[in-house]
Structures are given as C-alpha cells and as structure tokens.
C-alpha cells in the first residue's frame, strides 16, 4: 500500500493535468501535500502498539487496510487540497500501522533461519508496488483532463482489498497467542509452520518450551508498560532501533523515491514530460530488481556487513551526484531552480549513479531497516517498541518531505552532499554500536545484547546461557547438541 502511493503520488505531482488542477502547489505547499501521508504515518506506527497487543497483530491488519480504502476513496474523488490532505491523512495513518504491524508478524511467524529472508519480503512488495503504480500513472498521464490523476488513486484501494480480504485465512501470531495464554493454539501454529502439523515436532517443541520460560520470566519479573523501554539494557536496544530507523530515512531513499521526477528535472534530464517520467520509471524499476539479492542472501552475510558497506557505497554515490551538479550552471526556470550540465556525458553519469544508489539501497537499508527493529526486542515490549522505531521513520519522512522541495530551491547541489554526508555517519554508527543477529531465536536476543558482539557468539556460551534461565530443557550440553542436530537434520 505504501508503494503503491508514493509510485502513484510521485508521478502525478509533476504532470500538466495535477499542477493545472491544483493552481500549481509551491514548494512548501507540495511538500505539505506530500507530507500529510507522512504525518499519517507517524500517527498510525506511534500507537499500533496497542491494538498489535489488544487485538493481535491480524486484526490490526485488517482494520489498517480497511481504512486505507476510505483514504483512496477520498483522494481519488478530492475536489481541492483540503479534502487530498484528508485523505492522505488517512492513508498515512494506515501505513504507519501496517508498516509496524507487518515485519512484526513477519519475524514472530518465521522460523529464525529464514526471518530475515521472510521480513525483506515485504520490502520487495512495497518496491513492486511503487513500480506498478508509477508505470500505471505514467500511462494515465496521456488522459487529458483529471482522470490522469484520479484512476492511479482510486488504484491505490487494490493491495488495500487484496490485504483486507486475505488477512482473514491468515493464522495469529503464535507469540501473540502464547503471550495471552492460548498456548494450545499457538502449539498448532507452530506445528503447522515449522513440523507439517506435527505438535510433537523436535522444532516445535523447542520453541514452546522457549516461549513457555520468556513468558513466565515476563510475568514474575517484568511488565508490559511504555517506562519498559527506559531500563538500563532495554534502552540501549530502543536507540538502536530508532536510530536505524532515522537513518533509513536519512539515506535519502524515500525522498529520492517521492521527488523523482522533480529531481530529474531539475537536472535537466529528458526534453519532454514523458522522457523525464521514463528517466524516474527506470529507477522504480531498479528497485525492484536490486531486492531480489537481499531477499536470496540477507540471511547469509548478516545484519552488519549488509548495514555498512550499504551506507559506504551509497555515500560515494550521493557524492558523486552532488559534485557533478555542481559543475553546471543553475538558474531559475518558471520559479524552479535547474541546472545545465553543459554535456550529456554529465547527465548520463548523473543519471547512472543515482540508479546505482537505488540498487544499492534495494540491496541493503531497504530491506535492513525493517528487519533489524522487528527482531531485536523481548516479547513482553516487542509491540511498544517496534511501534516507537517505526514511528520515528516516518517523524523523519515528514519533516524531510516539508524540507526538501525548499532545500532543492535553496542548496541546490548540497542536498545531495548533505545526504551522503548522513550516510558516511551512519556507516560509523552501525560499525561502532550495533550487534550481528542473525541465526539467533527471538528468544535469544537478550544475550545477544550482553555479549554485543560484531560477529557470531560461540553455540557453547549461548547454550549455557539458555540453560540457566530455564530456556532450553535442562540436561547437559551433549543433549542440547544432540537436540539442535535432531532439529537441523528433520528441517533439512
């Protein structure tokens, strides 16, 4: 659903039909359009937690996803910006629940080999959805009058129906069901993911034993309230994933993703609105393709690897693109400053690195940013924090959508500078302060944060620590090796 409005909204805000119909939004005011979605978000991820927890995660989908049909509704028939504004409000809000409450989901049903695998899935389809829309507006846009932008809103309902009506042959989240005590249908849904049905399944097993002694610590030691997330330890982890959330918005992806078509206008590329909608289309597609080597292999070269080379190489690009804007002559067309590169070879290199930072975010942050929140926190806070990462992404995708139309007019070159400059910052912190998690259960995640280590932690330490807070069954360490063989050799 997110894809599918910002691949719509993003190249409806630069045809003829939309400025005509619209008096020609200025900068603030277009980024007060663009960034009434992002308020919504904000709104949406800051309090899913609590119907995530009320309710269950499946319902909360399904509510979201109902509302998101009411917004397109509203879009698609809006008569002036007031009524656009409403409806992106609306569709904002459902995207903030729905782009916490899935990775959530996701990383609570998925077996922990393939969880990473499973999370990036959802990146891909947002990558899909921004590109099928894109390319559906791009032909609406020879529609002459306000059908040219109506039809790509009123498309935006589909995924929201497709979601509605299937999220009901969906199972609960066995965790979410374990938490509120149906441990018998949690049983089965484990059973059915991870043994053919089997409760009696090794795997299964393990994991309700895991889920029955993180339950019963939480009860007798720990609690389900917001302050939570401020105890020593706890609040380590809450940093680490707002602050990976605000860098994902700080790659400079998404903006680049909504401003496309502005930003390849303004630097000249392409004679015509159609050029320069195909020039911003090739990247969507970019997109798409450079997320399938995330989805094959972010579970083989982990978290951390993934993280910093991503923001390296996205860096360099992000440089070369400013330095080679600044080599043209900028100057003030119809109230947008442009700029002239005085050679074709500068556009197309401008061009390529700009898609070459697309591939390279599809392949790490995309995919990264949701993953590593989703799956660093205990059960008793998961929601609540999730929640709270989640809606510092889309705090930051606000006020950046405010911001940037202006700094395009004011910096020029520099917003671009100054984007790489946040992501050599971010190749830093993520070198410095963040953990390896992958191959590790949910439940393993609190030793993960004891030992904080850049690389795996020896099976022995963490089998010892399992066994000392009744996580795995007691008995030796050989029994909890011959378990774990048992386990990988009827898995495989």
């Not at 990146?123 to 507006?137: A, E, L, R, V």
């Not at 497709?162 to 949690?186: H, N, Q, T, V, Y």
């Not at 959330?245 to 909504?258: D, P, Y």
């Not at 900028?330 to 070879?345: E, H, I, M, N, R």
Request: with cysteine; proline share 4%; net charge neutral.
């Amino acid at each position: 659903m997110f894809g599918f409005d910002i691949g719509s909204n993003s190249g409806v805000i630069g045809t003829t039909q939309y400025q005509d119909y619209f008096n020609h939004p200025d900068s603030l005011l277009q980024g007060g359009i663009n960034g009434a979605l992002s308020a919504g978000c904000f709104v949406g991820a800051l309090f899913a937690g609590f119907p995530a927890d009320m309710i269950g995660r499946k319902y909360t989908l399904i509510g979201a996803s109902f509302l998101f049909i009411i917004g397109s509704v509203f879009q698609a028939a809006s008569n002036g910006v007031p009524l656009l504004c409403v409806g992106r409000v609306l569709n904002g809000i459902s995207v903030g629940v729905t782009s916490m409450v899935v990775p959530l989901y996701q990383s609570e049903v998925s077996p922990k080999e393939i969880r990473g695998r499973i999370v990036a899935v959802q990146q891909w389809s947002i990558t899909w959805g921004i590109m099928i829309s894109f390319w559906i507006q791009y032909g609406c846009q020879f529609i002459s009058n306000t059908a040219a932008f109506r039809i790509p809103w009123a498309i935006q309902a589909v995924p929201a129906i497709i979601l509605c009506s299937g999220m009901w042959f969906f199972p609960f989240s066995p965790r979410w069901l374990a938490d509120k005590g149906r441990m018998d249908e949690a049983r089965q849904i484990l059973a059915d993911i991870h043994g053919n049905g089997d409760v009696n399944h090794p795997r299964v097993k393990l994991e309700i034993e895991e889920l029955e002694a993180v339950i019963h610590f939480d009860n007798e030691v720990a609690s389900h309230r917001y302050a939570d997330l401020l105890k020593p330890g706890m609040a380590y982890r809450v940093f680490l994933g707002v602050c990976l959330q605000i860098w994902q918005q700080l790659t400079g992806m998404n903006i680049i993703m909504f401003y496309a078509v502005f930003l390849f206008k303004q630097a000249g590329v392409g004679d015509s609105q159609e050029a320069t909608l195909i020039a911003s289309g090739i990247s969507y597609v970019v997109n798409v393709v450079m997320t399938v080597p995330a989805i094959l292999f972010v579970d083989k070269w982990g978290r951390r690897p993934t993280l910093i080379f991503g923001a390296l190489i996205m860096s360099i690009f992000l440089w070369a693109v400013g330095g080679v804007m600044a080599t043209g002559t900028w100057s003030v067309v119809d109230g947008k400053a442009v700029v002239s590169l005085g050679s074709k070879t500068k556009a197309n290199g401008l061009v390529a690195c700009i898609y070459l930072f697309v591939a390279t975010f599809a392949t790490t942050w995309g995919p990264l940013g949701w993953i590593y929140p989703a799956e660093i926190y205990p059960l008793r806070v998961r929601a609540m924090a999730v929640s709270l990462s989640t809606a510092s992404n889309w705090l930051f995708n606000w006020i950046l959508n405010f911001v940037v139309p202006l700094l395009m007019e004011r910096i020029h070159y520099g917003l671009y500078l100054l984007f790489a400059a946040f992501n050599f910052l971010m190749f830093a912190h993520v070198y410095l302060a963040y953990p390896e998690t992958k191959g590790y259960t949910l439940e393993e995640m609190d030793i993960i944060f004891e030992h904080n280590p850049r690389k795996k932690i020896p099976r022995e330490a963490l089998d010892k620590w399992m066994a000392e807070r009744g996580l795995r069954q007691t008995g030796s360490g050989d029994a909890s090796s011959e378990k774990k063989t048992e386990i990988t050799s009827d898995d495989a």
